[in-house]
C-alpha cells in the first residue's frame, strides 16, 4: 500500500504515551512477523500457528500479565489511565487475528473488574493468581445475559435474561446454570467469569475455575467466524466455589460491559484496519473497464472513501471512548454514564468496521469472497463479535439502556 | 399463523409448472438436502454429502433433462412461454434450502439456454448435448465459463466493452475451433462440469460484438485441464477453480450461434443468471424468515418472546416487510422476461431487460445482505451459529451480491439505462 496506517489514520497525540508506543511496536513486530506474514500458512494449518502465535504474545512479550498490578507479576497497566494503551495493543492483535485479540479482550475486561487501582480485590486476585501467574497460556471466558426462554421467568439485566444463579453457602457460593452461552472460547475456558443471579435476583459476577467440580461442557459449537477460540455451551451443577469469588458491588457488571465494548471495539478497528490494506493493494493492482485502475474509477473511489471513512472514524470514536474512559473523575458516581456511552459507541463501531468491510467486499469480486485473500475472514470475524456483543435482539437493547439513561424511561 | 408461503407473489404470474412441481421440489430438499446442509462446509473439497443429494435431484428426480425436448427425453421447458417463471420457483425453492446446490444446479442450465431459447435456437447442438444429460440417473454438469484472470465484470459488461477484455481465443482450423485460454471462479468448475459454454474471441481486443463466440467444451477433451476448488467464506455446493484450455480442437459447429448472434443469445443469458439471483435471495430469506420466526417466538427480551417487544418487532417487521416487496419485485423480473414473445414484452436482448433485471437484482441482494445480517444480530450471542441456519445463509448469499459483474456494473446499466449515459 506504501503508506504507513498510523499517518493514514491519526489520533491525537496525548493519547498515545511513550510506553504504550514501545508496546504497541512489540505487538505490531510479533503481528507481522508471526501471523501476517505466514497467512497462507496459518490458512493451512491455523490450530497449531495460532497456539504458537499465542504464546509467543502472552508468554514471551507477556501480554498475559499486561494489565496485573506489578505485585502480582504484572506491568502494571491496571488503571483506568492505560485505557487507550490496551486500546491500541489489542487494535494491533486485532490487525493480524480478531479470535487472538477476542480471547485477550475477555481476560483484560476481567482484570478491568478486580485487579485496578481503585477496585483491586486482593484476595480473589490471590485466589486466581494460579490461573495468571503461570507459564502457561490462561483462558479466561465470560457468560453474560443473553436471550431467555419463552415460559421460563428469569432474573434480568437491563432486560437480558440472567441464566446462571449464585447461592450462598456456608462457605461460600453454588452457580447453577444450564446450557449457558460464553462469549468465545467455552472449550478451552481456564476460568469461567458468569453474571449470575445473586440475592433477590440482583446481578453479580462469579468466578468459577474450569476445573471445578459439576461443570459439564457441550459439544463444540460450529460458528461463522473467531475459528480458533472453539466454544461449547457450559452447564453449572451446583458448583462450589470460595466466597471471594463472587463479586457483588453495585455496577460490577455495567463495569464488566463498558471494558468490554471498548476492547472488543478495539479488535475489531485492528481488523478493519487490516481489512482496508488489504482493499487499498487490490484496489492499486486491479484494472477494469479494460485499463483503469480500480481506484481511479469514480464510482469505485466513492466505495473506497466510504470504507476509508467509517474506518477512521470507527477509530476515533472508539479512541474516545478510551479516553472518556481513562478519566472517571468524568463519570457519575455508579458508571451509567460511561456503562452508556460505551454502550453506543461499542455498538456504532461495530456496525462502521461491519459497514466499511462489506463495501469493501464489493469491489473485490470473488478475490474477497476467497479464504486465500483473507478479507473474508476479517468479515467472518467481525460480524461474529459484532452479533456477540448484541447480545439478543439485535441493537434493539442498546437503545434501550440509552434512552432509559438519556430519557429516564421506566417501563422498557 | 403465517407461513413463509404467505410472502407476497403476483398470482397472474404464477406458471402451470409452479402450482403442480413446487411441492414436489420443496418437498425433496426438505428430506434430502435440509436436514444435511450443516454439513455442507466441511464437505466442500469432496462432496461425498453434496454428490449424492445432487444425484437424487438432477438425475432422479430428473431437473437436468427439463430444458431439453421431450422427443430428446427432457421436459421441453426451455421452449414454453414460463421458462423464467419455472427457473424463478426452482431457483427459490432450491435457494430455501441451500443456495450453493441451487447455483450449481442453475448454472447447468446456464449455457443450454444459449441455445435453446427463441430466437436463439440450435437444434443440432440440443440433439448433440442431450444424451449427455437425459440418458443418466447421475447428476452431470454444465459450467459458463466466462471469468478469466484480469477480471469477470469486463466480460460480462458487453454493452460497453464489446468483448473487448477478453483473452481466451477460438481461432478456426478447418472445421475445428481451437480454443486456447485460462478461465476461473466458474460455478461447477474444480472437476465437475462436463461441458463448458465458453465466452471467448476470435479477434483479441475486438470490440464488434460479431468477433464475440459462445463455443462448448466437453471437459474430457485433451488441452483441457482443471484445477482444484478454491476454499471460499460460503456455497461449499458449488465448486469453483481454474480451467486452462491448450489448443482444445472443437467441431466448429459448437459454437452456439455464429457472429453477432453468439452475443444477442450470450446477452439473455445475463438476464437469466440475473432473474436466477433474485430467486435464490428470495428462496434464502424465506428460509431466514422460517428460522427467525422460531428464534424470536421461543426467546425472550424482558422475559417476554423477542418478537412481543416493540423495538425489536421494528426490526423483525422490517426484515419479512423487505422479504415480501423483494419477492414481488423477483416475480416480476421472472415475468419480464416470460413476457418477451408477448406484443407488451420486450426482447431479452434490449436495454430495457437487462437494465432493468440487473437493477432488481441490485436492490434484492443490497436487501438480503442487510436482513440477514440484522438478523444475525437478532439472534445475539447465537448469530454466528451454524445451528441456527442464518448464518449459513449469510456467508452464502454475500457472493450474489458480488458475482455477475458485482454490484457496480448493476448500478452503471441502471444509470446508462434510466439517464441514457453514454460515455460509462
Ligand atoms: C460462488 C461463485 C460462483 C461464480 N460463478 C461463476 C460462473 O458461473 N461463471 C463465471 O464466469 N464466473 C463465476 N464467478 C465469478 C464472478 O462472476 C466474478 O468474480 C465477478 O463477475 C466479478 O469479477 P472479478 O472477481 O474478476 O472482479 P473484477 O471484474 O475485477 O471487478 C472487481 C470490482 O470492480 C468493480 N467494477 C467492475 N466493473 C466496473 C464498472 N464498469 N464500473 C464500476 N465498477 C466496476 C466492481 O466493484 C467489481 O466488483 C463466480 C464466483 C463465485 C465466488
Known amino acids: 500500500m506504501g503508506k504507513n496506517l498510523e499517518e493514514l489514520f491519526i489520533l491525537p497525540r496525548q493519547l498515545v504515551d511513550e510506553e504504550t508506543k514501545s508496546v504497541v511496536v512489540l505487538v505490531r513486530q510479533w503481528a507481522e512477523k508471526e501471523i501476517l506474514s505466514k497467512r497462507m500458512e496459518y490458512r493451512e494449518n491455523y490450530s497449531t500457528l495460532f497456539v504458537e502465535a499465542r504464546k509467543k504474545l502472552h508468554l514471551t512479550i507477556g501480554l498475559q500479565w499486561l494489565t496485573l498490578p506489578e505485585e502480582y507479576g504484572g506491568f502494571g497497566w491496571d488503571t483506568h489511565t492505560n485505557a487507550p494503551g490496551i486500546t491500541g495493543v489489542l487494535s494491533e492483535i486485532g490487525r493480524a487475528d480478531a479470535a487472538i485479540g477476542v480471547l485477550l479482550a475477555m481476560k483484560y475486561a476481567l482484570f478491568a473488574t478486580i485487579a485496578m487501582t481503585h477496585n483491586l480485590n486482593k484476595k480473589l486476585c490471590g485466589t486466581l493468581s494460579p490461573l495468571y501467574v503461570s507459564d502457561e497460556i490462561k483462558n479466561p471466558v465470560l457468560i453474560l445475559p443473553g436471550p431467555g426462554r419463552a415460559g421460563q421467568e428469569t432474573p434480568l439485566f437491563l432486560g437480558r435474561s440472567i441464566g446462571a444463579e449464585a447461592k450462598a453457602t456456608k462457605g461460600g457460593y453454588t452457580i447453577s446454570g444450564t446450557d449457558l452461552r460464553p462469549l468465545s472460547g467455552g472449550s478451552m475456558a481456564d476460568l469461567f467469569c458468569v453474571v449470575c443471579a445473586g440475592k433477590k435476583g440482583t446481578p453479580c459476577l462469579a468466578m468459577v475455575p474450569g476445573d471445578a467440580q459439576g461443570i459439564r461442557r457441550g459439544p463444540s459449537i460450529k460458528t461463522t467466524g473467531l475459528n480458533a477460540c472453539e466454544n461449547a455451551e457450559i452447564t453449572f451443577d451446583a458448583v462450589a466455589i470460595p466466597k471471594e469469588n463472587v463479586i457483588d458491588r453495585d455496577g460490577v457488571v455495567e463495569e464488566l460491559y463498558t471494558w468490554l465494548n471498548l476492547l472488543l471495539g478495539a479488535v475489531s478497528i485492528g481488523a478493519g484496519a487490516n481489512f482496508f490494506e488489504i482493499l487499498a493493494d487490490w484496489s492499486e493492482t486491479r484494472v477494469i473497464k479494460g485499463g483503469i485502475t480500480l481506484k481511479e474509477n469514480p464510482l469505485c473511489a466513492s466505495v473506497l472513501a466510504d470504507v476509508a471513512e467509517e474506518t477512521a472514524l470507527a477509530k476515533i470514536l472508539l479512541f474516545d471512548l478510551a479516553h472518556l474512559l481513562s478519566r472517571p473523575d468524568h463519570w457519575d458516581s455508579n458508571g451509567r454514564r460511561a456503562f452508556t456511552f460505551s454502550e453506543m459507541i461499542g455498538s456504532r463501531v461495530q456496525q462502521a468496521v461491519m459497514r466499511a468491510i462489506n463495501r469493501g467486499l464489493e469491489l473485490m469480486g470473488s478475490a474477497g469472497y476467497a479464504k486465500e485473500w483473507h478479507a473474508e475472514k476479517h468479515w467472518r470475524d467481525i460480524k461474529t463479535i459484532q452479533s456477540l456483543l448484541c447480545g439478543v435482539g439485535a441493537e434493539a437493547p442498546v437503545k434501550m439502556d440509552t434512552a432509559r439513561f438519556f430519557y429516564n424511561c421506566t417501563e422498557i | ?424
Open chain 2, 1 to 424: 399463523m403465517k407461513h413463509f408461503n404467505d410472502f407476497s407473489r403476483p398470482e397472474e404470474y404464477i406458471s402451470p409448472f409452479d402450482r403442480h412441481f413446487r411441492n414436489v421440489i420443496r418437498k425433496h430438499l426438505e428430506e434430502t438436502v435440509m436436514p444435511f446442509r450443516r454439513q455442507y462446509d466441511e464437505d466442500w473439497k469432496d462432496h461425498h454429502l453434496i454428490e449424492p443429494a445432487f444425484d437424487k435431484l438432477m438425475g432422479e428426480l430428473g431437473l437436468q433433462k427439463s430444458l431439453f425436448p421431450q422427443e430428446y427425453g427432457g421436459w421441453g421447458l426451455a421452449q414454453s412461454d414460463y421458462i423464467f417463471r419455472m427457473g424463478y420457483m426452482l431457483s427459490e425453492e432450491l435457494g430455501r434450502a441451500d443456495t450453493g446446490m441451487a447455483v450449481a444446479l442453475c448454472v447447468t442450465f446456464w449455457p443450454l439456454l444459449v441455445i435453446m431459447i427463441d430466437p436463439f435456437v440450435n437444434e443440432r447442438l440440443i440433439k448433440e448435448f442431450a444424451p449427455m444429460f437425459c440418458n443418466t440417473k447421475k447428476a452431470v454438469f454444465a459450467a459458463n465459463a466466462m471469468t478469466e484472470p484480469q477480471g469477470g465484470s469486463d466480460i460480462e459488461n458487453l454493452g460497453l466493452l464489446g468483448g473487448k477484455t477478453i483473452r481466451t481465443t477460438a481461432r478456426l482450423d478447418g472445421d475445428e475451433w481451437v480454443i486456447n485460454g485460462h478461465k476461473l471462479w466458474p460455478t461447477n468448475s474444480g472437476g465437475v462440469a462436463k461441458l463448458f459454454g465458453v465466452p471467448c474471441t476470435t479477434k483479441p481486443g475486438s470490440n464488434d460484438p460479431d468477433d464475440f463466440a459462445f463455443i462448448f467444451v466437453p471437459a474430457d477433451l485433451p488441452g483441457v485441464t482443471q484445477g482444484g476448488a478454491y476454499e471460499k467464506a460460503g456455497m461449499a455446493a458449488d465448486k469453483n477453480g481454474d480451467i486452462w484450455f491448450e489448443d482444445v480442437r472443437v467441431p466448429s459447429w459448437y459454437r452456439a450461434h455464429g457472429p453477432g448472434d453468439d452475443a444477442k443469445a450470450f446477452y439473455q443469458l445475463i438476464s437469466f443468471g440475473q432473474m436466477a439471483s433474485c430467486a435464490f435471495l428470495t428462496g434464502a430469506m424465506m428460509n431466514l424468515y422460517e428460522r427467525l420466526y422460531e428464534f424470536v417466538s421461543t426467546r425472550t427480551y424482558n422475559n417476554r418472546p423477542l418478537k412481543e417487544n416493540d423495538a425489536i418487532a421494528g426490526i423483525i417487521g422490517r426484515i419479512a416487510g423487505d422479504i415480501d416487496i423483494c419477492r414481488i419485485l423477483g416475480h416480476e423480473a421472472a415475468m419480464i422476461g416470460d413476457r418477451r414473445n408477448k406484443p407488451y414484452g420486450k426482447p431479452l436482448v434490449s436495454e430495457d431487460v437487462v437494465g432493468r433485471i440487473r437493477n432488481i437484482k441490485d436492490f434484492v441482494s443490497d436487501r438480503a445482505v442487510e436482513n440477514f445480517g440484522k438478523a444475525m444480530d437478532v439472534l445475539g450471542a447465537y448469530g454466528a451459529d451454524r445451528d441456527w441456519d442464518i448464518e449459513k445463509h449469510w456467508r452464502d448469499i454475500k457472493i450474489i451480491q458480488l458475482w455477475m459483474g458485482g454490484k457496480q456494473l448493476c448500478q452503471m446499466e441502471a444509470a446508462r439505462y434510466f439517464f441514457n449515459c453514454e460515455t460509462l
